[in-house]
């Protein structure tokens, strides 16, 4: 078959694509319409992994998984945006991690609002300015993300929803040529995360702390010979080349960001779902181990436990977990209930379809 032939096939393929996905969409206004008669939310985490995940059980090749998610988010993201305007807050600025880590999550579709501090964020969800927020709450890494979980004590009017584990890669970004920078703008953390790379491809380059790799982006674009470590994002953004991508020095390096909402419902079971915690205990012997005991007996597995101090009272603690299961799940309840009465106050902060492994 000539090229011409082909193309006219793509062509013939590319208007059946067109007309199905606005069949698709025409359904999608239909359960808006639906969902707002309901007061029912907007976007529900567990129809989404069930979407991803029977799609790619329908893929049959040559198209990798990974491509046809990324058609499908995007897909999603129309569809989010046809049901209502969403806003989604995240913590900024603008080409961060987490304004990164909420387009995977949401698409491009939907609007999204910088905000300067973790506060704001929960502050925006909580009073409606934003219909959900993005946030980090842990690296594997550097650890837990104290603000984040601060955020949570005293935040009853704000639930956990939804998760995503995001890798990290950092790119070299310049507006010059190699040979030509003299400085290289980053993040403390983030040079920490590059000194290997930086030491072998950049011996002789100075190296500048900027208060965010955002921050270092908007300097190097206006800077000659200048470079800045930053997300591929924050390139698109300040007009910047990339000049090498993925040059942290554990390619395994990922954070794990939640998505709040104000919505006081649960996301319903999938089968791989998480539950998060939070509970206070009078100071005395063998507390704590009482607590984790319940999980023990009923065979739960915990994937984190963090403490963080409650700041109402000198030395008294409130501790946060992340169980693997449901609310809904027999063993998951009949341990939460025993833990209620033990600790001098407990509250689920969500119950959530458990994020992937990080791409």
Not at 295 to 321: A, C, D, G, Q
Request: glycine residues 6%; aromatic residues 8%.
């Amino acid at each position: 078959m000539e090229l011409d032939d082909l193309r006219k096939k793509i062509d013939s393929v590319d208007e059946k694509i067109v007309e199905l996905l606005n069949e698709r969409y025409q359904t999608v206004i239909e359960i808006g319409s639906w969902k707002k008669s309901k007061t029912s939310a907007i976007y529900v985490p567990e129809r989404e992994k069930a979407v991803f995940e029977r799609v790619m059980n329908l893929n049959k090749g040559p198209m990798s998984n990974g491509t046809l998610k990324a058609v499908y988010r995007e897909i999603m993201s129309g569809a989010l945006s046809l049901e209502f305007p969403l806003r989604v807050a995240y913590l900024g600025p603008e080409a961060t991690y987490t304004h990164l880590a909420a387009m995977s999550k949401f698409g491009r579709s939907v609007g999204y609002v910088a905000k300067s501090n973790m506060a704001e964020v929960f502050r925006d969800v909580r009073e409606g300015k934003a219909d959900y927020g993005c946030v980090p709450v842990e690296n594997s890494t550097e650890g837990v993300v104290n603000n984040t979980l601060d955020m949570f004590v005293g935040a009853d009017d704000v639930i956990i929803c939804s998760e995503l584990n995001m890798r990290i890669h950092h790119s070299l970004l310049s507006n010059s040529q190699p040979s030509e920078i003299r400085k290289v703008y980053a993040h403390a953390q983030t040079l920490s995360q590059c000194r290997c790379w930086l030491e072998e491809n950049l011996r002789s380059v100075e190296l500048v702390e900027t208060s965010s790799n955002t921050k270092a982006a908007e300097i190097a674009a206006n800077e000659e010979h200048s470079a800045a470590i930053a997300s591929t994002l924050a390139a698109e953004v300040y007009g910047l080349n990339i000049i090498c991508e993925r040059i942290e020095d554990n390619v395994n390096n990922t954070t794990r960001f939640l998505i709040i909402s104000a919505k006081k419902d649960f996301s319903k079971p999938t089968g791989t779902d998480k539950t998060s915690v939070c509970f206070s205990i009078k100071d005395r012997i063998g507390a704590l181990y009482d607590c984790l005991l319940p999980f023990k007996e009923h065979e739960i597995t915990l994937s984190m436990i963090e403490s963080r101090p409650s700041k109402l009272k000198n030395w008294e603690y409130v501790f946060f977990i992340d169980l693997l299961g449901h609310i809904s799940d027999e063993p998951v309840k009949k341990a939460l209930d025993h833990l209620e009465q033990l600790t001098g106050e407990m509250r689920i902060l969500g119950s959530y379809p458990r994020g992937n492994e990080a791409e």
